[in-house]
């Protein structure tokens, strides 16, 4: 049985993207010296944000967007074998564009 998340409102559920194994010298970089990286994948996005008036004003970002985020932004969780993390739209910093 598989399970989905659906965030709620103005929520965001992304993937962390895997950082470097080797360092722009070549230089192996072990696990456990690694930092979090910073970008991930958006897997799936809520409705959007409730506004005063009670509209909802849709979100910027969609499933599939390559974003940036803050080094301490969210709640991170795992799921079955596959951590996560989930944010509010204004925790994003940017849209990675090629």
Do not use: C, H, N, W
Not at 21 to 34: E, F, L, N, V
């Amino acid at each position: 049985m598989s399970t989905t998340i659906r965030p709620l409102y103005d929520r965001v559920l992304i993937k962390r993207l895997e950082s470097e194994q080797m360092s722009a010298g070549g230089i192996y970089i072990p696990d456990t010296a690694k930092e979090k990286t910073q970008m991930g994948a958006v897997v799936a996005t809520g409705e959007g944000k409730m506004m005063s008036d009670g509209s909802i004003r849709p979100l910027q970002v969609k499933a599939g967007d390559k974003i940036l985020f803050g080094k301490y932004s969210g709640t991170e969780f795992t799921l079955g074998s596959e951590e996560f993390l989930v944010l509010r739209e204004e925790e994003l910093l940017g849209v990675i564009e090629k």
